[in-house]
């Protein structure tokens, strides 16, 4: 079965990786919020995993002068932002390839659980969040293993 996979805003090259051997179709970085880090760090990840596309998150009331910077020094694929903003965006930047809105994936929680509804309603797009490493290095990925290889990915 082939899942359309979002891991939302990464914060690491583990999670960027990851994403990868799950073969998520995309995977994205937070320019605002709580989640964001900064390009250079982007840059650094995105240096070392191949795959999924780029997609920038903008979580906050877009402030175009730094989406714009951004986008001069990043290879990036799409832009994710809430519904109320899209269009807004949209003639801003119109040379960008993908859109998409927060409302366009489901996150889901990563337990066998879940993976097993998912496989019962045969959700085919759904979205995982990232958290940061609280050690470098140092992250448990039990349960995301265990998560897919209940979709039978691993």
Same mark, same amino acid.
């Given at each position: 079965m082939m899942y359309s996979i979002k891991f939302n805003h990464i914060q690491d090259l583990g /999670? *960027?990786?990851y994403a990868a051997a799950a073969l998520a179709e995309y995977i994205g970085f937070s320019i605002d919020g709580d989640f964001a880090i900064s390009p250079q760090s982007i840059q650094e990840i995105i240096g070392?995993? *191949?795959g999924p596309k780029?997609?920038?998150e903008i979580n906050d009331v877009p402030n175009f002068e730094q989406i714009e910077s951004w986008l001069n020094i990043l290879p990036i694929d799409g832009i994710q932002c809430h519904t109320e903003y899209l269009s807004k965006i949209q003639k801003q930047f119109a040379d960008i390839g993908i859109w998409m809105t927060f409302e366009d994936f489901t996150t889901v929680k990563t337990s066998p659980e879940i993976a097993e509804e998912i496989l019962e309603k045969n959700q085919l797009q759904f979205s995982i969040d990232c958290l940061k490493e609280t050690e470098t290095g140092k992250k448990d990925y039990s349960e995301w293993n /265990? +998560? +897919?290889?209940k979709l039978e990915i691993f």
């Open positions: /999670d *960027a990786r070392w995993c *191949a780029v997609i920038l /265990d +998560f +897919f290889e």
